[in-house]
């Protein structure tokens, strides 16, 4: 297999692939999420919610195959490839998300166990529960903290 890195985002151009990621993986993964609040949620992508977070791009063989943002210290974003998961991009996005930009916590949908359970298995704690989205949408959130921050 081949080398993966994790660089940062360009930017607007690689925007749509980087949609086309997120698409894949919450059509993969979010089984719960009503087609309207998806396409929604896409439609702000680009315009809002990528460009409110610093961005890096997981990439093999010069294609990105995932991402995740992170601000003060919140990863509030991260996605792969779903023709790519369980190879290792999450965990390594993620494990660079903390030593490089200091993330600590994350927000997950309650429905999303298998994220849930991915954060868990990582060092992150439950410390507080949301019962909708940041958005009023009714998706439980739980609040997820790395436990070993000290």
Do not use: C
């Given at each position: 297999?081949?080398?993966?890195?994790?660089?940062?985002?360009?930017?607007?151009?690689?925007?749509?692939?980087?949609?086309?990621?997120?698409?894949?993986?919450?059509?993969?993964?979010?089984?719960?999420?009503?087609?309207?609040?998806?396409?929604?949620?896409?439609?702000k992508?680009?315009?809002?919610?990528?460009?409110?977070?610093t961005?890096?791009?997981?990439?093999?063989?010069?294609?990105?195959?995932?991402?995740?943002?992170?601000?003060?210290?919140?990863?509030?974003?991260?996605?792969?490839?779903?023709?790519?998961?369980?190879?290792?991009?999450?965990?390594?996005?993620?494990?660079?998300?903390?030593?490089?930009?200091?993330?600590?916590?994350?927000?997950?949908?309650?429905?999303n166990?298998?994220?849930?359970?991915?954060?868990?298995?990582?060092?992150?704690?439950?410390?507080?529960?949301?019962?909708?989205?940041?958005?009023?949408?009714?998706?439980?959130?739980?609040?997820?903290?790395?436990?070993?921050?000290?």
């Open positions: 297999m081949s080398v993966l890195s994790i660089r940062p985002s360009i930017g607007a151009a690689e925007y749509p692939e980087l949609v086309a990621i997120w698409r894949g993986a919450v059509d993969a993964t979010h089984d719960f999420l009503a087609e309207a609040d998806r396409d929604e949620i896409e439609a992508l680009q315009s809002d919610y990528f460009p409110a977070v961005l890096f791009v997981a990439e093999r063989d010069g294609r990105p195959v995932g991402f995740s943002g992170v601000l003060d210290g919140t990863l509030e974003m991260l996605f792969v490839d779903a023709t790519q998961r369980d190879g290792g991009i999450g965990t390594a996005l993620l494990t660079h998300a903390i030593r490089e930009h200091g993330a600590t916590k994350v927000d997950v949908n309650e429905q166990v298998s994220a849930a359970g991915f954060y868990a298995h990582r060092g992150f704690e439950v410390v507080g529960r949301s019962e909708t989205d940041e958005a009023g949408r009714p998706y439980p959130l739980l609040h997820m903290r790395l436990s070993n921050t000290s």
